[in-house]
T-cell receptor, first 113, second 114 residues
Framework: KNQVEQSPQSLIILEGKNCTLQ??????????LRWYKQDTGRGPVSLTI?????NTKSNGRYTATLDADTKQSSLHITASQLSDSASYIC????????????FGTGTLLAVQP | NAGVTQTPKFRVLKTGQSMTLLCAQD?????MYWYRQDPGMGLRLIHY???????AKGEVPDGYNVSRLKKQNFLLGLESAAPSQTSVYFC?????????????FGSGTRLTVV
């Protein structure tokens, strides 16, 4: 069964600090993995997209890593800002004929001043 | 460039009432999707469309119907609303299903069925 587990469920950090969010998935066949940021009351916004052959991808202060062998991904946020407060959703993509996105439940990050 | 626009943003329905949610995109995307988001669950695909005039069922299609009469619009209909359909609905679009194309999401419609 295709599943996604994200940890922690929620996290509070101080502004300026770094943090790392984790994602474990069981999706087969695997196509690619995406990280989305979802602000409260808004739709998800894409941060990164990585295929199985990519180990790391950055988007500004966001850096995603992928280990397709262990089926793990992480999202590292550097020098956090108040605007980083949001839910971060890991989305592995099923590589079958339907190319289906499997959405995690997200990690809720709160950045405090 | 508006991206993906959803209307309405909020709606309260009584059980048994019907309504239509409208999604419009101005990016000339071929693919469009309707998702629902419930507390403690990831987004789940309701229906999707791979082009004008086509629709297909997703993961949780029961109780919903869709239409894609124009390339830029994707309508989601609830014929007889039930409390279990209380949720936040998101529309998304993409140029193709290729991995290089991310999805663009709308801001959501918060629907409450009482």
């Amino acid at each position: 069964k295709n599943q996604v587990e994200q940890s922690p469920q929620s996290l509070i950090i101080l502004e300026g600090k770094n943090c790392t969010l984790q994602c474990n998935y069981t999706v087969s066949p695997f196509s690619n993995l995406r990280w989305y940021k979802q602000d409260t009351g808004r739709g998800p916004v894409s941060l990164t997209i990585m295929t199985f052959s990519e180990n790391t991808k950055s988007n500004g202060r966001y850096t995603a890593t992928l280990d397709a062998d262990t089926k793990q991904s992480s999202l590292h946020i550097t020098a956090s800002q108040l605007s980083d407060s949001a839910s971060y959703i890991c989305v592995p993509v099923y590589g079958g004929a339907t190319n289906k996105l499997i959405f995690g439940t997200g990690t809720l990050l709160a950045v405090q001043p | 460039n508006a991206g993906v626009t959803q209307t309405p943003k909020f709606r309260v329905l009584k059980t048994g009432q019907s309504m239509t949610l409208l999604c419009a995109q101005d990016m000339n995307h071929e693919y469009m999707y309707w998702y629902r988001q419930d507390p403690g669950m990831g987004l789940r695909l309701i229906h999707y469309s791979v082009g004008e005039g086509t629709t297909a069922k997703g993961e949780v299609p029961d109780g919903y119907n869709v239409s894609r009469l124009k390339k830029q619009n994707f309508l989601l209909g609830l014929e007889s609303a039930a409390p279990s359909q209380t949720s936040v609905y998101f529309c998304a679009s993409s140029y193709s299903r290729d991995y290089t194309n991310g999805y663009t999401f709308g801001s959501g419609t918060r629907l409450t069925v009482v």
